[in-house]
């Protein structure tokens, strides 16, 4: 009956992208008095729109659900009274709600009987409300040098935003307000744009489809929400009664012409990349009208073809080569806008997105992993919505419907279902990995999204309410291998009987003797695809209350459930109200006062909930070791064991099977009910609190002149509810003496448990069982952060002059006690020793971007980012071992809590050094004639080559930030560092 709800739905009603209002105020410029009954208009020549309304008692013209299009521009053609009077053009973007005004000048006032041309109606200054947002522009998007045209990078010019440390290469590399990047929420033309498993784009949308970009990183409208952190909304291109378009072709040469570097890079994706490294796009986009003035369209695609090499390096079988491998990256969109009348509007936008990213074989630095054992990694994404505005007398409404599907197959192997061999010489020395990844991780989301919206109009309110739901069903093929994992050790006749057979690095597990002995054979026992369905309504009012002409009040509540939050509850979290209270406070006619206070209620991401799916069991051991917690107090006296466990991955271990003829998973069932598990997890008993954030700003803005504008915000973030992992079987507490340090043995660590480990087993109630766990972990949302920031910034329109610049400058701090679903405490449960800088704090963070222009058709632009130090997690150098308290979880170069700390220090209270980085594009312009154009671009990126160990995105694991040994120490070791000078070329053709 649901389904059959939901394709009703979808018949029935179709959507529009997000509502765009624009309130333009009318005063007189000689007495400030607000002017009713004058009549003004909207127009738009690039799709030939003109709409006009008469200003209301307050002086006031709301031009309802209007088109996200540059170009804009308000007319009055005059009266007996004004003279006639345009303002300069200007933009909307999706889900904006701008107020401008107009000041009419009498005709006493003017000698000459002219248009007059304003600039008082530019949408700079915010006169709404207290939402803190920054802007970028197609056209200033074009300008700033951007690695591959990926338009997250640039991102990290807006205040309030930085390169992200993630916790896996493909990480979001965007952080806003220091949060985890997986928690920014993205969207397209007010869309929902957000992979649900784990977090980021599910489609990366393109520059060359993106009209502009705006990042709302506080205080945002109670239409916002499913995000603590930040919003990213980008609003796509729209075609018009022109026919215009654009190809291109851009080459990133690499290591042949860049500056020199003994550390990897990063692709586009997010992984490391070396030797033979070169990058190849082209693409193109048009746009037009179907039918002039009614039907646009607008269509782009863009390619790219990552090409790189790494190194197999097998000295006993005599092999050293070079295997090529790429990464492609292929994205489809399209846009077709339809003008029924001036009421109702029609749009239908589809993305496509397909990369393959693509693990050949061998390593960066050399590896012994063969090409038959090579894999891609597949990231696909669809999203297709359609979209109809209209307007009835006072409301303007929005039915919105969007379907996207987004799969990620991690392992996609090339040589298909196959055994995993992994090699050893005598000396137990892996020498091979064959034939297989090893393991399974294909997740598939399909999502449908429907929203309603509505806004009524009255002469001092402007009320919004809506309703929504996104419904997302999961499915995820994960575990170990079902056709099984061979580990076999080789003599060292079989080994120079593979070395002479020339078959070198093709070699595959056909080849490997069929005598060989197997030390070990690992299957999985459940290879299926197990998911559920994650449903999260949402429910929104607010009321923009223009109290008098200086000053607006916006009353907002927001209501989000997610029942997911159920988890291995009765409930689910039911009472996650938002409200939202901010004003904007006219100074003068160039300045104002914003400020307000909201709560943002955050996403449950699914893997929080699949991990406790995968990494679970229903054997009878489990369930007595849970009923134990139970009856130690441990877990509540009402935990139902059935809705907690799951039939979840396992895999069976038998030793001295014959080679590749290891029995089938299916034959091995009965390994399940006794197989000991380092680490198991449970859903969580009590459910999951959504997490949130108190958000408070204070914000001034002021106009200096028509082309400068300052701003300076304070921003205050509470985060509360954060998710975190807890150890129910911790090890008890271990205070380590700096002066006198004593190392915990895994035994003894074990012995102090609440349910003690020996011999991977555990007595319960006088019964040894060994179908247990050692840890036995549930995600909580107890964690806590806090952000304090200070932002100062200026811009410059380009203006009369031959130059322009944006300076911002952020001052801040976040600390917190968690940094990711996956953290958990370094000893035992306590977590108030963990309370710390984030992993993405940053001190000082000055940006600039500055564009000049020396010639017509000429730009350069030098873009420069200096930032304070990255936190550095100091972790036990010395001892011989990085576990000090003997619990297990101390896994090194780990980040998100596992390591144990150098004794006497605490979380990240070390910094790297500054990063001081500088881009430079030039580009030029050549016109063919009226309607065409060629463009020649060069970029340089790190133009003085400084090797920054600090500041720039990238995988925790691989970064500097954790460094063995004492602050006091001044040890370093250097493990990366953001990449070198590097060259960008290309070249477009416009039309």
Request: aromatic share 10%; net charge neutral; charged share 15%.
């Amino acid at each position: 009956m649901k389904k059959l709800f939901i394709w009703c739905m979808l018949f029935a009603i179709t959507i529009i992208h997000a509502q765009q209002d624009l309130t333009v105020q009318i005063v007189d410029a000689q007495t400030n008095a607000v002017v009713p009954s004058i009549t003004i208009s909207i127009l738009n020549k690039s799709q030939n729109s003109s709409i006009s309304q008469v200003s209301n008692s307050k002086g006031n013209v709301i031009f309802k659900n209007i088109s996200s299009l540059d170009g804009y521009q308000i007319n009055f053609l005059g009266n007996q009274e004004y003279a006639a009077q345009e303002s300069k053009l200007f933009d909307i973007r999706s889900n904006q709600n701008a107020i401008i005004e107009i000041r009419l000048n009498k005709k006493s006032a003017n000698e000459l009987q002219e248009v007059l041309v304003t600039g008082k109606s530019n949408t700079k200054i915010n006169r709404r409300d207290a939402e803190v947002s920054f802007e970028l522009k197609a056209k200033e998007i074009s300008e700033i040098p951007i690695e591959g045209r990926d338009i997250t990078r640039v991102l990290y010019r807006l205040p309030n935003v930085t390169q992200a440390t993630g916790f896996f290469p493909e990480s979001p590399n965007v952080s806003i307000n220091g949060a985890n990047g997986l928690y920014t929420s993205y969207l397209i033309d007010g869309m929902d744009n957000n992979e649900r498993f784990l977090g980021g784009q599910k489609f990366a949308i393109t520059s060359g489809f993106a009209k502009d970009v705006t990042v709302l990183t506080s205080n945002f409208s109670a239409e916002y929400g499913l995000t603590g952190s930040g919003v990213i909304d980008v609003t796509t291109k729209s075609g018009s009664n022109t026919f215009t378009g654009e190809s291109y072709f851009i080459t990133r040469p690499g290591p042949a012409i860049d500056g020199k570097s003994s550390f990897a890079q990063r692709d586009l994706s997010g992984n490391q990349v070396k030797d033979g490294f070169a990058r190849y796009q082209a693409g193109g986009a048009v746009g037009g009208a179907f039918v002039k003035d009614k039907t646009f369209y607008f269509f782009n695609f863009e390619h790219t073809t990552d090409v790189k090499d790494n190194l197999l390096n097998v000295p006993d079988l005599g092999i050293a080569s070079t295997i090529r491998g790429t990464n492609t990256f292929d994205y489809f969109s399209a846009k077709i806008d339809q003008i029924w009348n001036p009421n109702f509007k029609s749009s239908l936008r589809a993305n496509v997105g397909l990369v393959n990213i693509e693990n050949q074989g061998g390593g960066l630095n050399g590896g012994v992993s063969f090409p038959s054992a090579g894999n891609s990694q597949l990231r696909n994404s669809a999203l297709i919505s359609l979209k109809n505005a209209y307007t009835i007398q006072q409301i303007s409404a929005e039915t919105n419907v969007q379907y996207s599907r987004f799969r990620w197959d991690y392992s996609n192997a090339n040589n298909g279902p196959a055994p995993q061999v992994v090699v050893l010489n005598p000396n137990d020395e892996t020498i091979a990995v064959l034939g297989n990844p090893g393991y399974n991780f294909d997740a598939l989301e399909n999502t449908i999204q429907l929203q309603q919206k509505f806004k009524y109009y009255t002469d001092k309110h402007t009320i919004k309410f809506g309703f929504g739901l996104i419904s997302a069903n999961h499915e995820l093929l994960g575990g170990g291998n079902p056709n099984g994992n061979y580990t076999v050790k080789l003599t060292s006749d079989q080994i120079n009987t593979l070395r002479t057979s020339g078959v070198g690095s093709s070699l595959n597990i056909e080849d490997i003797p069929s005598n060989a002995l197997v030390t070990n054979y690992n299957v999985e026992l459940r290879p299926a695809v197990f998911g559920t369905t994650q449903n999260v309504y949402s429910a929104y009012i607010e009321d923009l209350w223009s109290v008098n002409q200086k000053l607006n009040l916006v009353l907002g509540l927001r209501y989000d459930y997610d029942n997911l939050s159920k988890g291995g509850a009765e409930k689910g979290d039911f009472n996650n109200l938002a409200p939202r209270l901010n004003l904007n406070y006219k100074l003068n006619e160039n300045s104002s006062l914003r400020g307000g206070y909201g709560i943002a209620f955050d996403k449950i991401n699914y893997a929080i909930y699949s991990d406790a799916l995968q990494q679970n069991t229903t054997s009878i051991s489990y369930a007595k070791q849970l009923q134990q917690f139970i009856d130690l107090g441990i877990l509540p006296s009402n935990t139902n064991i059935n809705a907690i466990t799951f039939n979840g991955n396992i895999s069976a271990n038998v030793a001295s099977v014959p080679y590749l003829q290891g029995p089938s998973g299916a034959s091995l069932q009965g390994q399940r009910e006794n197989a000991f598990s380092n680490e198991r997890r449970i859903l969580n008993p009590n459910g999951y609190d959504n997490p949130y954030t108190h958000q408070f700003t204070l914000g001034y803005q002021t106009q200096i002149n028509e082309d400068k504008l300052f701003f300076a915000d304070f921003v205050h973030n509470r985060g509360e509810n954060q998710f975190r992992l807890r150890n129910l079987n911790a090890a008890a507490a271990y205070t380590i003496d700096p002066n006198n340090v004593v190392i915990r043995t895994p035994e003894q660590a074990d012995a102090s448990r609440p349910i003690p480990i020996s011999n991977s087993s555990a007595t319960i109630n006088g019964e040894t069982l060994t179908g247990v766990a050692r840890n036995v972990v549930v995600s909580e949302t107890e964690g806590k952060s806090r952000y304090y920031a200070l932002s100062l910034n200026l811009q410059k329109t380009r203006g009369l002059d031959n130059y322009a610049y944006r300076l911002n400058y952020t001052l801040s701090s976040l600390k917190n006690d968690t940094e990711d679903i996956n953290f958990r405490a370094s000893d035992s449960n306590n977590f108030g020793r963990e309370w710390g800088p984030s992993i993405n704090d940053r001190t000082h963070n000055l940006n600039g971007i500055f564009n000049y222009y020396p010639l017509k058709s000429t730009s350069v632009t030098l873009a420069g980012l200096l930032q304070s130090g990255q936190p550095i997690n100091r972790i036990p150098l010395g001892f011989g071992t990085t576990d000090l308290n003997g619990d297990g979880a101390s896994f090194g170069d780990s980040y998100v809590g596992n390591s144990d700390r150098f004794p006497g220090e605490t979380r990240n209270n070390d910094r790297l050094p500054w990063s001081v980085n500088f881009d430079l594009g030039i580009q030029q312009k050549i016109n063919l004639n009226a309607n065409n154009s060629i463009e020649i671009r060069a970029d340089i990126f790190n133009i003085f080559n400084a090797e920054n160990l600090s500041g720039y995105s990238n995988n925790a694991t691989q970064s500097n930030q954790i460094q063995g040994g004492s602050v006091a120490s001044g040890l370093f070791t250097k493990r990366n560092a953001a990449p070198p000078r590097q060259f960008q070329f290309g070249v477009s053709y416009k039309f």
